[in-house]
């Protein structure tokens, strides 16, 4: 079974973000299954808060990230770029030599009411990904555009292109994982011999 950790940089109630994170657990391939973390628990990073002991609510974060073998985030785009809940999230995760993020495959979603899909938080958030060594998928993208026409009133996500869009992303998120699982078996195996 490969675990997939959702989360997103929305608190809203109706968030669309959280909406297509609900509906991705429903387009998984079979063999997957997706968690989604809760972010509102995580208090603002503060490195004298960090010098007392990690937050409980950080240390379960990042140990649902570590049990993971990959990622997924939907992100709503704030002001152009990354919304505060979730660059908090992953600077908590960064922290120390332990950090699990390193070498993480991940994949980005983004739902906006604008026409733009959260094109540009996902531009902001990709330059993030790099500095903290995750491993994130160029393709396929996602970019839930005019998000408040393509879930109904319960946050059920009623449009047929973009549940299929999410399901080729999955599909690859989980495909990533496969071949990163094959690298990491053929390295552990010992040397043919001659």
Sequence with gaps: MIKILGFTGSLRRGSYNMAALRAARELLPEDAALEIADLSPIP?????????GMP???????????????????????????????KNALDWAS?????????????????????????????????????????????PEVFIARANRK????????????QKAIARLL??????VREQRLIKAQKAAPPAET
């Design 44 to 52: 603002f990073f503060n490195e004298d808060v960090e010098a007392e």
């Design 56 to 86: 409980g609510s950080v240390f379960s974060f990042r140990q649902k990230i570590a049990d993971a073998d990959a990622l997924l985030i939907s992100t709503p785009e704030y002001n152009f770029s990354i919304p505060p809940v979730l």
């Design 95 to 139: 922290r120390g030599t332990d950090t699990p993020l390193p070498g993480k495959p991940l994949a980005i979603m983004s739902a906006s009411p604008g026409m733009l899909g959260g094109a540009r938080v996902q531009y902001h958030l990709r330059q993030v990904l790099v500095g903290l060594d995750l491993k994130a998928l160029n393709k």
């Design 151 to 162: 879930f109904d009133e319960a946050g059920v996500l009623t449009d047929e292109r973009t």
């Design 171 to 176: 599909a690859a998120l989980v495909e990533s």
